[in-house]
């Protein structure tokens, strides 16, 4: 009798599914937690860009100075992080833009599921508030997506690398010790079991294997080992009543 399918191949394929189901979601969690970090910290750094601009820019607007306006918008540093910067009134007309880097296009799955491109909005007041105040405008500014699309590309290459690599290491790791601890005892009972002989094979017993008095191999070969002593028992018993009478108990 031969194997056809080792139990080593099966176990170590459920491992690495299993492993690998588990750290894909893994991977998809810290890829948001990290996409979300860079969001914030972006988002952070261009209100800080926004309020540095904030005052000379709302008098501009307050004198309707759109030279000026024009001006301060062009000293802000994008930083590399800045794409675009917008002057837009209440009325969600677009008074003045500033492109600081081209905009290219980026998967619209990518924009969808990340929510790209970043943007915040900075109203914009007069110098002198009133009890009620309305604002002049708002400023808005958008991060460049194409930016924060390399990151995310770069984030899924780090993690696709680094988990696959875990997910082998841990198959390889769980399937040596299963193969230790399981497989390879039940293999050798096989071996031992198909190797017997004819005459052998009402009397054997098996070697309790080391490491396993007291799990389920254990119990297994205890089992067999007691099947083993009541077949033969009985086969004694049978023998002697087929052989002797009954009542003389001489040989028949």
Do not use: C
């Amino acid at each position: 009798m031969r194997v056809s399918r080792s139990l080593t191949i099966k176990q170590m394929a459920m491992v690495s599914a299993v492993s690998i189901l588990f750290i894909f979601i893994f991977i998809v969690v810290q890829l948001f937690h990290f996409v979300q970090q860079s969001r914030y910290d972006t988002a952070s750094q261009m209100e800080k860009i926004a309020h540095s601009v904030r005052i000379p820019l709302s008098a501009a607007i307050l004198k309707a100075d759109i030279p000026q306006a024009e001006f301060i918008l062009n000293q802000i540093q994008p930083s590399g992080i800045i794409s675009r910067a917008d002057v837009v009134l209440p009325n969600q007309f677009q008074a003045l833009r500033q492109s600081f880097a081209p905009e290219r296009p980026i998967p619209m799955w990518i924009a969808r599921l990340f929510e790209l491109p970043v943007q915040i909005s900075l109203p914009l007041y007069s110098l002198e508030r009133p009890a009620n105040p309305q604002p002049l405008a708002y400023l808005v500014l958008q991060a460049d997506s194409w930016r924060m699309y390399k990151f995310i590309i770069s984030t899924i290459s780090t993690l696709l690398t680094t988990y696959l690599l875990l997910a082998l290491i841990l198959s390889v790791a769980i399937s040596w010790s299963i193969n230790r601890l399981i497989v390879h005892p039940i293999r050798k009972i096989a071996r031992e079991l198909d190797s017997l002989s004819p005459q052998e094979a009402a009397s054997h017993q098996l070697k309790l294997p080391h490491l396993h008095h007291d799990d389920e191999i254990g119990m297994l070969v205890r089992s067999y080992n007691r099947n083993q002593q009541m077949s033969l028992r009985l086969h004694e018993e049978m023998s002697a009543v087929s052989t002797r009478n009954t009542l003389t108990e001489l040989p028949n």
